[in-house]
């Protein structure tokens, strides 16, 4: 038999060579009240043991993506229920355009600056650039307007239709959303969580105002309840948005709504829809998928009539 082997070890028992052996007595509460206490308040404190609903730690982790998800998917929905909001019309547009006076301010700063350093191309480029953007302030006069044509006759019942949605970001959302608070509407906003910080403009309605991390389940609410999509001028997001929509409707994964591009001469020189057509790559009926409007009004009127014409 080994030394190392204790008397009464059943056979085949060795004990590490080596390594003391520390056995602890049976604790007994009563024992050691310091360490007894001690490790109490570590197993309260641990986050084991917290409630997986409280665990942010948990929540966060690659695993849970799923439950964010779904979290996402239900809490904009519990509320837009709450405040029995049946239908929304979105209004997409660039976060570039806004009010004439900040326009201005954009222009006179660049304009300064591409002074200070002649020989600046980039600056000089800046200038001809917020030049652009001063003539396109149109546009987020005329969002502000459709806003609050839209919003003043559909939130007098208990049921609230045609609710304005926007991205709660500046720009054309903002002009958006600032229209429904003119006239003491409400409006929603689906803001995202971007790398670059995306603050909501001041004029969404609080209780409306939701934050978002994943790009899908934000488009799932743009077009859940939408009635309507107005796209105002924009960048890169509008055309996503843009296209998004129209796909959706021409494979019928959306229900029919009248999709409206706002500013005729601006969209017939972002993209040439005809040519799709001309070149085979979509059908001449794909073109009827959607329309022009130039005036707030124009555009109104364009969803009304779609309304009269799908009553269902």
């Not at 993506?65 to 509320?79: F, T």
Request: aromatic share 8%.
């Amino acid at each position: 038999m080994s030394s190392n082997q204790p008397k009464d070890a059943p056979s085949g028992f060795e004990e590490p060579v080596g390594k003391a052996c520390h056995i602890l007595p049976d604790t007994v509460l009563g024992d050691d009240v310091a360490l007894v206490a001690e490790n109490m308040e570590r197993i309260l404190g641990s986050p084991s043991y917290a409630l997986a609903q409280n665990d942010p730690d948990l929540l966060a982790r690659e695993e849970m993506r799923g439950v964010r998800m779904l979290l996402e998917l239900g809490k904009p929905e519990i509320a837009l229920q709450a405040d029995n909001i049946k239908s929304t019309v979105i209004v997409f547009g660039g976060t570039q355009i806004v009010e004439r006076t900040a326009a201005e301010r954009r222009l006179s700063e660049a304009r300064r600056a591409a002074r200070a350093a002649p020989d600046d191309q980039r600056l000089a480029r800046e200038v001809e650039r917020t030049e652009h953007l001063l003539a396109m302030c149109r546009y987020y006069d005329d969002a502000r307007k459709f806003a609050r044509i839209v919003s003043i006759d559909n939130q007098c019942e208990d049921e609230r239709d045609y609710v304005v949605i926007t991205g709660g970001g500046p720009g054309i959302m903002e002009a958006a959303n600032r229209g429904a608070f003119d006239v003491g509407c409400k409006s929603i906003g689906l803001n995202i969580k971007l790398p670059a910080e995306q603050q909501p403009n001041p004029f969404i309605t609080p209780e409306l105002c939701f934050q978002f991390k994943y790009f899908a389940l934000r488009k799932f609410h743009f077009i859940l309840r939408a009635a309507a999509v107005v796209l105002f001028p924009g960048g890169f997001g509008t055309l996503d948005e843009m296209f998004e929509t129209l796909t959706l409707r021409q494979t019928h994964r959306m229900q029919p709504v009248p999709i409206i591009l706002y500013g005729r001469d601006y969209w017939s020189k972002v993209i040439d829809f005809k040519f799709l057509a001309d070149a085979g790559v979509i059908s001449d009926r794909h073109l009827e998928l959607f329309s022009y409007a130039e005036t707030p009004e124009d555009a109104w009127q364009q969803i009304l009539d779609f309304r009269h014409r799908s009553p269902g």
